[in-house]
């Protein structure tokens, strides 16, 4: 079955791996206790799952195909995007 059409409890399952300064894919896999470190991570929009991972402040997130789409969409409704933990450096006033 191709991981467009399964959902994010039958996925693959990589556990308890670490990552240093790697590529990742994210879509299609279900990481379980994982750490990553200083990674560049890829995100398509396809279904993913982390379950007590760890992801360094020095991982750096690419968006494309599908999530890219979403990203953008809510950009311009005016959202802020920011990474966990940076939300509440962000002004967060309601006029």
Not at 39 to 44: G, Q, S
Request: aromatic fraction near 10%; charged fraction near 15%; proline fraction near 6%.
């Amino acid at each position: 079955m191709p991981w467009e059409s399964r959902n994010p409890q039958e996925l693959p399952q990589v556990i308890g791996q670490t990552y240093n300064k790697a590529q990742v894919g994210l879509d299609g896999v279900s990481y379980q206790n994982c750490v990553f470190n200083d990674c560049h991570l890829i995100y398509r929009g396809g279904p993913a799952r982390f379950v007590s991972c760890r992801i360094s402040s020095g991982c750096v997130w690419e968006f494309s195909d599908a999530a890219a789409c979403v990203m953008q969409t809510l950009t311009d409704l005016g959202w802020k995007i920011a990474p966990p933990g940076e939300l509440s450096k962000l002004n967060t006033s309601i006029s």
